[in-house]
């Protein structure tokens, strides 16, 4: 059986301006550098889309990356979901950490939103990077434990049920005619 993946390597956004971003992640943040890559074509695709992939580390050495394509104003569009949906949450060891980051922040001339409570596990603030990507900076006041994991499981088959929803597996056996074998579901989207 094949283990889960062990860390998150990186994630990868768009940004308009690669300078901006820069600045931002190294000099406010404090999160090096730690590679770039520039191409003219796209490995993944072949596409003739020049680029510059850049890559800011975390302390666990997990990456936040950046893609700034010539030519190109991706960063920033809207397209309907809401603001607060898409963030990337970074941990910090301590309240007080997190409040001299809050400082940090408003120093720096950043509107920060919070100290948000959340169940009374999480301490967080919001804020936006220079691309219009939410970010939060949280503190966890303890470990989740086995009576949060059951509860969490117990909100999801709630949700489920509330919404009528199923996964792929369960409408393909619905759809799927007794004394047949069903067909394996195609994704309608080819990954880039």
């Known amino acids: 059986m094949l283990k889960p ?6 994630i990868a956004m768009p940004t308009n301006n690669t300078a901006e971003t820069y600045r931002f992640y190294t000099k406010v943040m404090g999160f090096p ?11 993944s695709t072949g596409d003739e889309t020049p680029f510059l992939h850049t890559f800011f580390a975390l302390q666990d050495g997990s990456c936040i990356a950046f893609f700034d394509i010539a030519g190109e104003k991706y960063a920033g569009r809207s397209d309907g979901v809401p603001s607060w949906i898409r963030h990337f949450a970074f941990n910090v060891e301590t309240y007080e950490e997190l409040l001299g980051w809050k400082a940090r922040l408003e120093e720096n001339g950043i509107q920060v939103l919070g100290v948000i409570d959340h169940e009374g596990i999480w301490q967080s603030i919001y804020f936006f990077d220079p691309n219009g990507l939410r970010l939060e900076l949280t503190w966890q006041k303890r470990e989740l434990e086995a009576e949060d994991t059951a509860h969490g499981e117990e909100l999801v088959k709630q949700w489920i049920e509330e919404f009528g929803q199923q996964d792929a597996d369960e409408v393909a056996a619905a759809e799927t005619p007794e004394g047949t074998e069903p067909v394996d579901q195609k994704p309608e989207v080819a990954p880039a």
């Open 33 to 43: 550098l730690k590679s770039a890559v520039r191409e003219e074509r796209v490995p």
């Open 5 to 10: 993946a062990t860390s998150l390597n990186h």
